[in-house]
Structures are given as C-alpha cells and as structure tokens.
C-alpha cells in the first residue's frame, strides 16, 4: 500500500472551530481592507468589520455553549484543539474583554486624533512624520493586528499539543509588538517598549520551546493528552521523570512571562508605560485572560499526572512564583508616580492573587478553576474601564502668559504711580485654550479631576476599588473565591499573605481617589494664591492696590498649572467605561450566576 493511499483525511468539526475562525477571517479580510478601500471608508470599514467579527464570535460562542457543556468537550483538528467547557469560557472572557478594547481603540478625539502614529515608518520627529500628521493620515492597520491578536488569544487557551501552544503563542504576541510601538505621541518611549517587549519575549519563546524540546523527549509526543498517558502509565522514559518536570517548568516559565509574574515581570511597567494607552488595556486584560487559560490547561492535563513528590516540587514552585510576585506589585507600586506605571506594578500584584489560585491544581475539585474564571473577567472589566478613563485625561500645553515689564514693575510697587498697566497681553490662554497632548499621566495631574468630571473620576475611582479588592465590586468575590480555593487545599499561610499584599495595595490606590477628590488642583491653588495676593495689595494701600493687575506671579502660575484637561471623544470610549462600570457592580452585586457558570466551565478534556 502506498503512503498516499494510507492517507486517512481527518474529519474536521467546523462548527466548533467557528469562533475562531471569525476573527482570523475577518483579520485577514481586514487587511485586503488596506489594500483595496479608498483612504476616506477605510477607517469605518474597519471599525466596522473588528467589532462585527467580535460581536460575531462572542454570539457563536454562546451557541456552543450548551452542546460543548453536554459533550464536556470535542476534540478538534486531530486533537489539535480542544473545544472544552474550559477553554469556551476563557475565549468567551477573551472575547468580551477585546469588544470592549476594540471599542476603546477605535475611539477619537473632537479633533479627529487618535492614539496612534500617523505613519509608524516614519522616523520620530521627522520632516515626514510632521506632514503625514498635517495631512491627517491613520493608521488603520491597527485593526487586523488586535484581530489576528485576539485570534491567538483565542487558540491558545484550548490547544491539545504544545506545538500548537507555540503557535498561538507567537500569533498573539507578534501584533502586540507592533501594537506596542505605534503611540502618537512620545513615539521613542513607544519603540523603546516595543523593543523591550519583542527581545524578551523572544527569550521566553525560546524557554517554552526548549521546554516543549524536553517532554517530547520524555513521552515522544507533545500532544497533552499522550504525556498525562505517559505519566499515569509509564510510557516514557524510565526513570526519566524529572526531565518531564524540567520540560514543563520551562514551559511554564514561557507563559508566567506573558502573565507578568515575577520574576518575569520586568517588561511589564515599561511597556504598559510606552505602548498606546488604548493597547495597554487591550494587552493587560486579554493577555492575562488567554495566557492564564493556557497556564491552567497545562496544569491540570500534565502536573496533576506528575508523581507525588515531582507534583509537591511544582506546587512550592509556584507558592514562590505567588508571593514573590505579590511582594514585587504591592511594594513598587507603592512608589510610582506615574498612572500608567502604576497600573502596571497593579497588574503584577494582580498576576500572583491569580497565582494563588493555581496552587490546588492537584485537587479535582474545581474551585480554583472556578476562581480564576471569576477574576479574569473581574479584572479584565476593571482594567479595560480604567485605561480607558486614561485615554479621556490629557495634558494640554499651556500658553504663557505675556507681561510687559512695566507691569510686573507695577505690581510690586517698584514704579511708584505707574498707571492702571498689569493686564495680560494677547497670549493670555483662557481655561479650555493650550493643544492637547498625550495622556496626563503624572499622579499629581489628576488632582481635583473630580471636581472638573465628577462622573468620570467616579468610574475611576470604581475601578481602582474593584482593583483594591472593597466589598461590593467584583474585585472582593473575586480575591475573596481565589483566597477560598488556596485555603480549601491547605494554603492558607498563602491567602494570609494575599490579604496582607491587598491591605498594602489598597493604599497607592486610595491615594489616587484622594488627589481626584480631595486635593485641590494647581490651577484652583494658583488661582487661590493670586486672590490672596490681591486682598493683600489692596490692604496695603490705594497706590499699590491700583497699580496691580490680573497678570501677577500669580496668573502666571495659574496659567502654567492649567495644563490637564478631559477630551471630548467619539462616545466609543464612554460606551465602554459605561459597560465595565456596569459589570463591576454587578459581579460585586450579583455574582452568584456567574460563578455558577464558571464552576460548570471546571471541566477539562485531556
């Protein structure tokens, strides 16, 4: 028999694969899009089509649900993929988080700007980058790069094999690269991240590669169905155990990096600071969500077959990975100035509450898949509505205000009789005048913000609760069901130091209500200082009191200060701040449907 005749053509579920298939389609058509759409519909066009594929993907997924939920899992492409009730839940997590990123992202300013480099091959500060700015060109190639993104994402949380797992890895990791370096403005901060991000990642890629090396060469298969054989049955290597236990920590390692966790954090702040803002929340929420689903499958199919005492090794492991990481988030996030930073060392502190919840994976019981589950969507929503308030407050380059020297003279009576001069010039700016810059991202930027938006400063202030962990938003059921599920295996000195670290975090997040709303802004306190100055000129006398004007040191400090304001947008950014604002309330309100269905999505096929 010849080898073609021997050829067996696998039967392919399409149905299943639908999801999937939506969003890599509509990413590829999204880039004949750029090909063949004139320059004046090709932006629509593609807001259109990203949020028509992801709206369409979320609806084929709740059609999967009920027949995947009865079959507890189809395998698919020769096994290749593994449509479970898990991996469902983690790409319907995804996909909801992404809708409401893509939504973020396609938003613009009054003007008509968005977050993203007119060219990204122009070189910053550029006679070329200038006149593609002027000439108001986009970069709507933005799209089919989060689609193609999303689509790895998607993949990655349901993959049957380690090859297959590398796979998604890189498809979901090359957009973010370029994604990362397309920021409009402080564009070599932006590259500087970008290349930050794409060299460390090309060494975690290798780690997990070496690693997947490693357990091929234990149980000659990589397929995770074939290795848990391997080990429950003794089919590999004999006595060669701890080579699949070296394998599957550097595969582990591989995905703790696109999670953030330390001691592979140290890409995190950087990139979160440099990338666009709208991307930032696009890659702290989906990311975690698809690589913690990656993280978990590989727990639960492989690590729950390793031998006692191999499994025991791999559970201090991750203890050490848990606290460390919740040291490391809790402790510098502390220190940061800067919103973005700080949102970052947040995600970090975030990564190992995640962590802990992983440190029963032995156990069949399911509530840690459970837990997990509840908190990738708890803190995607929160993460997603708070960078997309950071998108709304910017700075705005203040016009100085322009005082003949005489008038200065005047004003401290160093020109006896000098007149009624003192007034500013036609340079003066009022409150709403000065260009609109980037994010506004300097903590004490934010000062009085809750005065100037009350509503947005509101939903803010929401989401860095639900972060804090506060009774009735969504972050306390979710910290409170991941600290459930390490105390049910017996890790409570791990939950005992989850509290303490979300005790210690509560603070640099009520720091930021506090400046909102609380602390006076520096224009208010300019404007107070130059009210005081006056009363006290004119208390000193007719002939000091007349010579003054409205352009003392004190204006002038006034109109240097003003230089934070909230940008009118499109509404995509408000319509999504509205939705996680939404959610957060009601997974804190009403959480108990939720963690129903995340407690039935606690179901692996290996």
């Not at 300013?109 to 480099?117: H, I, L, N, R, V």
């Not at 025991?312 to 040291?327: D, F, G, N, Q, Y």
């Not at 640099?508 to 609380?518: A, K, N, Q, S, T």
């Amino acid at each position: 028999m010849t080898p073609a005749a021997a050829f067996v053509a696998p039967v392919i579920e399409w149905a299943y694969l639908v999801p999937v298939l939506v969003v890599l389609g509509a990413g590829v058509v999204g880039v004949l899009v750029e090909a063949f759409v004139p320059d004046r519909a090709r932006r629509v066009v593609q807001v259109v089509l990203a949020l028509a594929a992801l709206a369409g993907a979320l609806t084929s997924i709740v059609l999967l649900w009920p027949d995947v939920l009865a079959q507890n899992g189809v395998r698919v492409l020769g096994g290749a993929l593994v449509v479970d009730p898990f991996g469902l839940a983690v790409q319907g997590i995804v996909v909801v988080l992404a809708l409401l990123a893509t939504l973020v992202i396609a938003d613009r300013t009054s003007t008509k700007q968005d977050a993203f480099a007119p060219t990204a091959a122009a070189v910053p500060g550029s006679a070329y980058e200038d006149l593609a700015r002027r000439r108001g060109l986009e970069q709507t190639e933005v799209f089919p790069l989060v689609l193609f993104a999303v689509g790895g994402m998607m993949i990655f949380p349901a993959t049957g094999d380690l090859l297959t797992m590398f796979v998604a890895l890189e498809v979901l990791s090359l957009p973010l690269y370029v994604l990362t370096a397309l920021a409009r403005r402080r564009r070599l901060l932006s590259q500087e991240a970008s290349f930050k991000y794409f060299l460390l990642g090309a060494f975690a890629s290798a780690i997990f590669i070496f690693g997947v090396a490693l357990v091929y060469g234990f149980a000659g298969s990589v397929r995770l169905a074939d290795v848990r054989g391997a080990l429950l049955e003794g089919g590999g290597l004999d006595g060669m155990t701890g080579l699949v236990l070296l394998g599957l920590v550097m595969v582990l390692t591989g995905l703790l990096f696109k999670v953030g966790a330390a001691p592979f954090h140290s890409w995190t702040p950087d990139v979160y600071q440099g990338a666009p803002t709208p991307v930032t929340g696009f890659m702290a929420a989906c990311t975690k969500a698809a690589a913690f689903g990656a993280l978990l499958r590989v727990l639960y199919v492989v690590g729950q077959a390793l031998p006692a005492d191999l499994q025991e090794k791999l559970v201090i492991a991750l203890w050490v990975v848990a606290i460390l990481t919740m040291i490391v988030g809790t402790v510098i996030g502390v220190i940061q100035t800067d919103m973005k930073r700080l949102l970052a060392y947040s995600s970090i502190a975030h990564a190992g509450f995640l962590v802990v919840a992983l440190v029963g994976f032995g156990e069949l019981s399911g509530f840690g898949v459970r837990a997990l589950l509840f908190y990738l969507l708890a803190y995607g929503l929160a993460t997603v509505g708070a960078f997309a308030v950071v998108t709304l407050v910017r700075e705005r380059a203040p016009q100085p205000v322009v005082v003949p020297a005489e008038a200065e003279l005047a004003t401290v009576g160093a020109v006896p009789g000098a007149g009624t001069g003192g007034t500013a010039g036609p340079s003066s700016t009022s409150p709403d005048g000065g260009v609109v810059l980037g994010e506004a991202t300097h903590l004490t930027e934010w000062a009085g913000l809750g005065k100037r938006s009350p509503w947005l400063a509101g939903a803010f202030a929401l989401f860095l609760l639900s972060m804090a962990g506060i009774p009735l938003t969504a972050g306390f059921i979710a910290k409170f069901t991941a600290f459930q599920s390490a105390v049910a295996v017996g890790a409570w000195p791990l939950a005992l130091i989850g509290v303490l670290a979300s005790a210690v975090a509560v603070f640099f997040y009520v720091r930021v209500i506090v400046l909102m709303f609380f602390t006076p802004s520096p224009r208010a306190a300019a404007e107070g200082a130059s009210e005081a100055s006056s009363d006290a000129a004119e208390a000193a006398g007719p002939d000091l009191g007349t010579t003054g004007g409205t352009a003392g040191p004190g204006s002038a400090v006034a109109a240097l200060a003003s230089r934070v304001t909230v940008v009118r947008s499109e509404g995509f950014t408000t319509i999504a701040i509205t939705i996680c604002v939404i959610g957060v309330i009601l997974l804190g309100v009403l959480p108990s449907s939720v963690l129903d269905l995340a407690f039935e999505a606690a179901k692996f096929r290996p």
